[in-house]
């Protein structure tokens, strides 16, 4: 049973607008979340991360929510550049263990 | 270069015949981890290491052996390879604590006929 699920597969957003993409969890153990990011025939590369005590996390154009009521969490992108064109993974962990959604592949239109 | 390298990243094989993929990292980590990615499944964990010598199931271990002899290195065996263990691996590792992030490897494509 998927405890991380990220419901929409892809999202296409224009340059300069913002993208938002989303995730939710079931788990309520889980205190890390994190979003990593992977371009085809590559890993994933690492984000931005929150801790389950906090509900927003900011590291330059890359902020991220959390509403643990809603266990819901999104991640947000403003501006939107081409280059962030990718498949977004979502992760929880608990217990030194990580849980991954199923990815969203943004398309941001130039 | 601080990096997780996987050797093979491409592998062809037969139902049965043993393989190995290695995972090395140059960063001094304490924790790896070895995931499947699957289309509709997204990341899955295999095994992690928190430690030498310390491994422990993640959500999909069956068919799957890991050994953490070494620090930096965390192979993936498969003693009897099965079609459904077709797919995409990666191994990633972590300074350690939970929330600090991962540093991934290019990816093993496996194809088991």
């Known amino acids: 049973d998927q405890q991380v699920k990220q419901n929409s597969p892809s999202l296409s957003v224009q340059e300069g607008r913002i993208s938002i993409l989303n995730c939710d969890y079931t788990?309520?153990?889980?205190?890390?979340f994190l979003w990593y990011k992977k371009y085809p025939a590559e890993g994933p590369t690492f984000l931005i991360s929150?801790?389950?005590?906090?509900d927003k996390n900011e590291d330059g154009r890359f902020t991220v929510f959390l509403n643990k009521s809603a266990k819901h969490l999104s991640l947000h992108i403003v501006p939107s550049q081409p280059g962030d064109s990718a498949v977004y993974f979502c992760a929880a962990s608990a217990r030194n263990q990580f849980y991954f959604g199923t990815g969203t592949s943004l398309t941001v239109i130039p | 270069e601080a990096q997780v390298t996987q050797n093979p990243r491409y592998l062809i094989t037969v139902t049965g015949k043993k393989l190995t993929v290695t995972c090395s990292q140059n960063m001094n980590h304490e924790y790896m981890s070895w995931y499947r990615q699957d289309p509709g499944l997204g990341l899955r964990q295999i095994y992690y290491s928190m430690n030498v010598e310390v491994t422990d199931k993640g959500d999909v271990p069956e068919g799957y052996k890991v050994s953490r002899k070494e620090k930096r290195n965390f192979p993936l065996i498969l003693e009897s390879p099965s079609p459904n263990q077709t797919s995409l691996y990666f191994c990633a590792s972590t300074p350690g604590g939970e929330g600090s992030e991962q540093f991934f490897g290019p990816g093993t494509r496996l194809t088991v006929l």
């Open positions: 788990n309520s153990m889980f205190d890390y």
């Open positions: 929150i801790s389950s005590i906090k």
